[in-house]
């Protein structure tokens, strides 16, 4: 089991940038991929970056890509997103998630990700 915990969300103005953190506790962290989900009111839960368990790999939603950055920090057991000309759309809660399947790559399907974070909240304003 993997607990998770996101930080750093806040309200920014568009164009600005944001970092998403995720601490990571439990021995077999280093051993998933790891995945940052989004949700806003109203939308299903949306794929917005992967990274595999070694982070020599990572994955973007078309709406992220080129402005968004995935990466982790395996000794320190931390996940990060770093967020660049944040737009409006952009708005939602953020999720860290950790896929169910050791020693893989990244997925952009929410069933293969077994242990989910409580959200951070980022609000993108015009």
């Known amino acids: 089991q993997v607990q998770l915990v996101e930080s750093g969300g806040g309200l920014v103005q568009a164009g600005g940038s944001l970092r998403l953190s995720c601490a990571a506790s439990g021995r077999s962290f280093s051993t998933l991929p790891m995945g940052w989900f989004r949700q806003a009111p109203g939308k299903e839960r949306e794929f917005v970056a992967g990274?595999?368990?070694?982070?020599?790999?990572?994955s973007y939603a078309d709406s992220v890509k080129g402005r968004f950055t995935m990466s982790r920090d395996n000794p320190q057991k931390m996940v990060y997103l770093q967020m660049n000309s944040l737009k409006p759309e952009d708005t939602a809660v953020y999720y860290c998630a950790a896929s169910k399947t050791r020693w893989g790559t990244w997925s952009n399907v929410p069933d293969a990700f077994g242990s989910w974070g409580q959200g951070t909240q980022v609000t993108v304003s015009s």
């Open positions: 990274i595999n368990y070694s982070g020599t790999s990572t």
